[in-house]
């Protein structure tokens, strides 16, 4: 079945503990791009990858980082993660930068 | 930057009733995309459209690039239409940023 998968999916932690959401797409897509949803905010773009080793900053990448060393992985880092940063990530690929774009099942995180 | 304006905000449809979502954008773009975000919070792709019209079942949607607005169209509406909607843009020449609506949030009564 064609997908993107996020894991955790949800998860507790405090201040200042390294943290990473790993996502991956078995559909052979070149994009892949990172979002996260809060109230009243809607979805804002974090990072997003063209293809293998091309990452470029989306409208909120302050506090995370990225890397895509092969084309279906496209982790998340959150080096020191604040509360702040308390949101639901989701994942999401497209077989080329415009093209239609499909998510995956979202990640709940709360940073204490 | 480009500003994307959904309206209304928020819809309280009676089951089998029509309505009309709408999405401005600020500028030009190259494509423009609806996702339907369930109760549980499954975000799934409507339609891809950067211009004209096109329909799935009880949902269509036209866009008007020239003018910069993007119209969904529900049909018929079931509780299962019920979540938020989000129309999406991508920006003219740089086609890896995706900037999203705020969103309306649709409550189908049975």
């Known amino acids: 079945e064609a997908q993107v998968t996020q894991n955790p999916r949800y998860l507790i932690t405090v201040t200042g503990k390294k943290l990473t959401v790993t996502c991956s797409q078995n559909?052979?897509?070149?994009?892949m791009s990172w979002y996260r949803q809060d109230p009243g905010l809607g979805l804002r773009q974090i990072y997003y990858s063209m293809n293998v080793e091309v990452t470029d900053k989306g409208d909120v990448p302050e506090g995370y980082k990225v890397s895509r060393k092969e084309k279906r992985n496209f982790p998340l880092i959150l080096e020191s993660p604040s509360p702040n940063q308390t949101s639901l990530y989701f994942c999401?690929?497209?077989?080329?930068?415009?093209?239609?774009?499909?998510f995956g099942p979202g990640t709940r995180l709360l940073v204490l | 930057g480009i500003q994307v304006e959904q309206s209304p905000p928020d819809l309280i449809l009676q089951e089998g009733a029509n309505s009309t979502l709408r999405c401005n954008f600020s500028?030009?773009?190259?494509?423009l995309q609806w996702f339907h975000q369930n109760p549980w919070g499954q975000l799934i792709n409507l339609f891809y459209i950067p211009s004209g019209t096109k329909q799935n079942g009880r949902l269509s949607a036209t866009t008007v690039a020239t003018e910069r607005y993007s119209l969904l169209y529900i049909s018929s509406s079931q509780t299962t239409d019920s979540g938020v909607y989000f129309c999406?843009?991508?920006?003219?020449?740089?086609?890896?940023?995706?900037?999203f609506g705020q969103g309306t949030t649709l409550q189908v009564k049975p």
């Open positions: 500028d030009s773009v190259n494509n």
């Open positions: 559909m052979n897509h070149e994009y």
């Open positions: 999406a843009v991508r920006v003219k020449g740089n086609t890896g940023k995706l900037i």
């Open positions: 999401a690929s497209s077989l080329a930068g415009g093209e239609t774009q499909y």
